[in-house]
C-alpha cells in the first residue's frame, strides 16, 4: 500500500469516526405559547430517535417573530430551518414559491386525519405548504353562576340579539362586573380578527367581488353600532386597550360575564391554579344573526420549511413528529390529555380520554367546523380568510381600520367616521395596489 | 429668617427630587416585585405590593427554559466591543473637529447627526441583504459594526464637546514642547479628557446593550443578546407577566449594578461641559 492511499484511508476512516458527531442543526423560529415551550421540553424523544439532528430553538414574541421570520425568507436569508407561521401567511408564502411543499411526511403521518378546515386554509392548488400544531376558533365563554342568576339559559348556538339581553342582565357595574368583555386594542390580529368574524355574520365583508371595500355598506354598519353599543353599556372601562391576554386576566379574576375569544383560552379560565371562576365556565357557539354564518374565526400555528433552508429532509423528519398522532399521545403521557395541542387532528377529538380531560373539546370542534376560511361570509367574495384577508396588503390596511374602529369604541370619532375613515384607508392602499383603479 | 427659608426650600427641593427619582424607579421596582409573584397575583387586582407569596419559580423556570450565561456573553461582547471600536475611530475624529475644525466641520457634525433620525426599519432590507451576503448574520461581529456605526455620531457629538472644553492652548505648548500628534493625543489630550471618554464609553455601553431593533432582527440563536431573551417570554395567548418580569430583572440587573457604581462618573461626565 503506498503511503499515500494510507493516508486517503486513514482520512476516511476518521471522517466516517467523527461523522455521527457532526449532527445536522435545525434552527426553529417559534412563538411564545405553551404550547411551543411545551414541545420544546419534549423534544428529547425525537432526538433520541434522529440522533443525527440537533435542535437550536429561536423563541420570539409574535409580532417579532412575524417581522424577523419575514423579512428572512423575503431575502433568502436562510437564518431557519423551520418557521412557525400562522394560517395568513402560509397561502401568501406558498404562492410567493417560498415554502416547501409538505408531500411526504412519511407512511404514519396520516394527512387525511387533519381537520379540514384547518388543512383548507394551509393548502394551495392542492398541495399542502405547512403542517398544523395547533388550531383555534373562537367562542362564548361564559359564568354559569351570573347567567343563572339572571335567570337566563345560554343556548348551545345563540343570536347576538340574546348575547346583548345577557350581557345587559349580567353587568353590575357597583360590583365591577361587566355583562362582556371583547377585544378592542387596535390591530389586525387583535380588535380587527373579533370585528371581521362578527361583520362576516351580520352579511358584511372587506371586498366585494370587485375587491372594492365595503365599510360604506348597511352590514358594516350594523355590525360596529352594535360592537360599541354592547361594550359602552355592558364592557369594562378601557376596554380600547384590551387584548386577548387583558380580558383573559379580566375573566380570570371574575370582572367579565361573557368572553368571546379564542377556543385556546377555554384551558386558561378552567385551570384553578389561575383562575377564580374555573368550575363556573360555560361554552357556546359564536353567535348569528340568523343569516347562515356565525362570527367565529379559524387560526392555526403551523410548520412550515422555507425554501431556502439546506437541511429539507431534516426538517421534513421534525415537523412530521411534531404535528404526529404520537406526538399527541407523547404530550398526553407526559403532560396529561388536557395538554395536548388542540385543533388539529379528527383523531383527537374521537378520543373518549380527550373527551373526558377537556369538557370545551366538542365546543371547539365544533366552532372549528363551523369555520369555513374559503367562504368566509354570507356573499361570495374573491379572498381567503375568515378574519383576515389573505393578501400581503393586509396586515396594514387591518391594523389602520384597527385603529379606526378603537378610536370609536374610545369615543374619539362616531361610528359613522370611523366607518368612512376606514372605507378611505382600505380604498386607497387597494388602489395603489393595483386591485382597483 | 432667611437660612429658615432657605432650609425650608432645601427640604422641599428634596422632597421633590426625591419623588422624581421614585416616580422614575417605580417601574424598575414594579418589575423586580413582579418577578416574585405568580402569575395569577402578578395580574391580580388591586394588586399586592409587597403581601403576596414570594416565589422563586419563575427564575427557575426562566433558567431551565433558557440559556442566560449565552445572552449575557453576548450582550457584554456586543456592547463592549462596539462601544470600544466606536470610541477608537470618534477619539481622533472629535480631536480633529475639536482642534483642527474646516470650514465645513459643522455642516459634518450635523450630517452625522441627521443620520440618527432616520428610522432603522426604513434601511433593516439593505442592511439584512449585506449580512446575508458578508455572511455577517447572527454573528457577534455583525452586531458589533451595526452598533458601532448607529452609536457613532453621539459618540463623536460627546466627545467633540468634551475636547471643546479643553484649552488649544494646553495642546499648543505640548507641540512647542515637541510632542509629535500621536503624543498630543495619547498623553495630553486623552488624560484630560478621561472623565468624558469614561462617561460617553458607560453611556454608549448602556445604549448598546439596550438597543432592541437590530439585536432582534440581525440575531438566531448563536448571537443573540439579552434584548431577544427578553423577547422570548412576551406571549401573545397566557399569562405571562411574572416569567417576563423575571427575565427582564436577569437582563437589567447586569447594567443596573455598573451604573450604580459608575454614577459619580456618569454624572460628572455628563456635566462636564455644562459647570466649565
New interface residues.
Partial sequence: MTKFARVLLGATALTLAVSPALAEKL?I?T????DM?RM?KLTDAFTAKNPDIEL???????N?LR??VT??I???????DIMTIGTYEAPIWAKQGWLVELDDMGADYDVDDLLPAIRGGLTVEGKLYAAPFYGESSMVMYRKDLMEKAGLEMPDAPTWDFIKQAAAAMTDKNAEVYGICLRGKAGW?ENMAFLSAMANSYGAKWFDMDWKPQFDGEAWKATLTDYLDLMTNYGPPGASNNG??EN??LF??G?CGMWID?T??AS?VTNP???TVADKVGFALAPDKGLGKRGNWLWAWNLAIPAGSQKTEAAKKFVAWATSKEYLDLVAEKEGWANVPPGTRTSLYENPKYQEAAPFAKMTLESINAADPQHPTVDDVPYVGVQFVAIPEFQGIGTAVGQAFSAALAGSVSAENALANAQAITERTMKKAGYIK | MSRRVSNRRKALVTVIAWAIGIAIFFPILWTVLTSFKTEAEAIASPPSFVFFDWTLENYTEVNERSDYFLHFMNSVIISLGSTLLGLAIAIPAAWSMAFVPAKRTKDVLMWMLSTKMLPPVGVLIPIYLLFRDFGLLDTRTGLVIVLTLINLPIIVWMLFTYFKEIPGEILEAARMDGAGLWEEVIHVLTPMAVPGIASTLLLNVILAWNEAFWTLNLTAAKAAPLTAFIASYSSPEGLFYAKLSAASTLAIAPILVLGWFSQKQLVRGLTFGAVK
Avoid: C, H, M, P
Fill in positions: 434552527t423560529a412563538v411564545n405559547n405553551g415551550i420544546q437550536e430553538w429561536v423563541t420570539l414574541e409574535e417579532v417581522q424577523r423579512t428572512d423575503a431575502t433568502k436569508g436562510g437564518q431557519y390580529g386577548f391576554n383573559l386576566s380570570q379574576t370582572k379564542a385556546v383560552a386558561f391554579k389561575d383562575s
